[in-house]
């Protein structure tokens, strides 16, 4: 299973950006799919969840400025991102719990792509 990351890149603060993750191979069903971040010097935090009935999950400082939404039939989870803010500068990393079609569990993680806001 790989999930591939996308849409990281340089904004200035008020600016949008849009983020997508397909995931792909050996996959029976995702159960949940979300995004983290981690910018320099702290730990990875969760920023906002989906699971498979659509409910969704967001950190205090993102909501109402970021929405994550997901394509079931691309194995594919969005994260747009408006009203940036040099806080949210981190490096984002999607995650996904699936069945493989072993139908093992387990957790699987992006390669990460950098958001970066600032003038």
């Known amino acids: 299973v790989q999930l591939q990351a996308s849409g990281g890149g340089l904004v200035q603060p008020g600016g949008s950006l849009r983020l997508s993750c397909a995931a792909s191979?050996?996959?029976?069903?995702?159960?949940?799919m979300g995004w983290y971040r981690q910018a320099a010097g702290k730990q990875r935090e969760l920023v906002a969840a989906?699971?498979?009935?659509?409910?969704?999950n967001y950190r205090d400082s993102v909501k109402g400025r970021f929405t994550i939404s997901r394509d079931n039939a691309k194995n594919t989870v969005y994260l747009q991102m408006n009203s940036l803010k040099p806080e949210d500068t981190a490096v984002y990393y999607c995650n996904a719990n699936l069945h493989n079609r072993a139908l093992q569990r387990g957790d699987y993680w992006g390669q990460g792509t950098l958001v970066t806001v600032s003038s």
């Open positions: 989906i699971t498979g009935g659509d409910s969704t």
């Open positions: 191979g050996s996959i029976f069903s995702i159960n949940r």
